[in-house]
């Protein structure tokens, strides 16, 4: 039995980056080897990209606002391998579309793996023994996108101020398209599974600082996260679109976020050091989460999920999203302190907005403010929710303004010290 758990697929480590920190590419990245190999199989085009990409690392090529800016080729593109980005690059994508396709192996996933403690798709027959996946072969290569992060670096000293605009990206679409109007039983249920697909992350960026992504859309990502955020300080995600998920049945719904905030753990960390470096300085604004035109919504839009006592998300702001039918909570930051949650719109969601401390970490810092929430009836998930798991506490919440369902469920739940009384009735 081989179980897909984030432990194993990311064992390995992802090939990685700049050891020195900088707004421009120092001499050692100019002598560096290149940090897009060469994929052998690919089209002209996507082979020109990634030596475009290799320049720019080196600060080679047009500069632009303090970045060599990269321009993908217009047109749909299939990559192999994931591409990987330099510090001080700019890449615009805004006129391609990027599938993956990349070297897999079938994983067999037990009834032991499978997470029998949350009410899953039905599409997930748990009374089953086993089910066959896939899974990217190396291991180290489940994602897209990555930055460049060399072993040995830690915090945020990966080269930073990277900017990625535009593009089109679905990582399971390749896969299973010949399955889309089948009416082959078998067929039908490998589309809906994804089983052909690997689990993968779009974008994945770690230990840096300066990052923005905008304006990009990620199409029926399985399992994983459209946007990773690992260890990164000062990131911008900000008018993009997240549409679609295909539900991982090893783990609860609460893992499917759209855009992770995460630190650099012992399971988790694509590259550099193991040093549990949290995510602090993030703006996610004005982005849409919800369906696409195959696949059902996200578990969540955006959470964290891992931690480590000592090790908080700090200074982060989610604003003028719009989120739709999540599976689970919309927007749910988990040991994130100094964190604004503001004039976001969820509709049909399992839950609203939850901000929770952990029982490692209490946070301080909480405001929930201006949000319009609707929430699926029934759920048991809050509307909106600061709460602390004992013996943590949250000091210094406030929500206000917000509108929610009449008479909840809303709540300050556990040891939280709040500015003020629970507001949000409509």
């Known amino acids: 039995m081989v179980s897909l758990s984030r432990r194993a697929v990311l064992r390995a480590g992802i090939a990685g980056g700049a050891a020195a920190l900088g707004l421009a590419p120092s001499a050692a ?17 996507v082979i020109n990209l990634r030596k475009a990409l290799n320049n720019a690392a080196r600060g080679e090529g047009p500069v632009r606002d303090g970045r060599v800016v990269v321009t993908a080729p217009a047109g749909t593109h299939v990559l192999t391998r994931p591409l990987v980005i330099g510090g001080s690059t700019h890449l615009d994508a805004s006129a391609a579309t990027f599938y993956a396709n990349f070297e897999t192996q079938e994983l067999v996933l037990e009834a032991g793996d499978l997470d029998t403690l949350t009410t899953h798709d039905p599409k997930w027959d748990l009374s089953k023994s086993d089910y066959r996946t896939r899974a990217v ?80 859309v990620v199409r029926n990502v399985k399992w994983w996260h459209a946007v990773e955020l690992n260890a990164v300080q000062n990131a911008v995600v900000r008018n993009c679109e997240f549409r679609g998920w295909i539900e991982d049945p090893t783990k609860p719904l609460w893992h499917g976020e ?101 029982p490692e970490n209490p946070i301080t810092t909480v405001d929930v403010v201006d949000n319009t929430v609707s929430i699926i009836a029934g759920s048991g998930r809050p509307a909106l929710g600061i709460a602390a798991d004992a013996p943590s506490w949250v000091a210094d919440a406030e929500a206000h303004g917000n509108i929610v369902p009449e008479n909840g469920p809303f709540w300050y739940g556990g040891n939280v010290q709040a500015r003020n009384t629970l507001q949000g009735r409509p």
């Open 258 to 358: 759209a855009v992770q905030l995460d630190l650099a753990g012992s399971g988790n960390t694509w590259g550099g050091l193991r040093d549990n470096t949290p995510c602090k300085g993030v703006r996610v604004q004005n982005n849409y989460c919800g369906l696409s035109g195959s696949r059902p919504g996200w578990g969540r839009f955006i959470g964290s999920h891992t931690a480590k006592a000592g090790f908080v998300h700090s200074d982060v702001k989610i604003e003028f999203n719009t989120v739709e039918r999540t599976k689970w909570d919309a927007i749910a930051p988990t040991n994130t302190q100094k964190v604004r949650v503001a004039n976001n719109t969820v509709t049909d969601c399992a839950g609203g907005v939850y901000v929770k401390a952990s």
């Open 137 to 216: 072969k190396s291991g180290l290569r489940a994602t897209m996108l990555i930055n460049h992060v060399e072993s040995g670096t830690g915090g945020y000293n990966a080269q930073g101020n990277i900017l990625i605009s535009g593009g089109a990206w679905d990582p399971s679409w390749y896969y299973v398209k010949k399955y889309y109007n089948s009416t082959v039983p078998s067929e039908i249920d490998a589309f809906l599974r994804a089983t052909p697909a690997p689990a993968m992350n779009v974008i994945t960026i770690e230990h840096t600082t300066e990052v923005t992504i905008e304006d990009v």
């Open 29 to 45: 990245s100019a002598a560096a080897a290149d940090i897009n190999p060469v994929a052998t199989g690919e089209e002209p085009a």
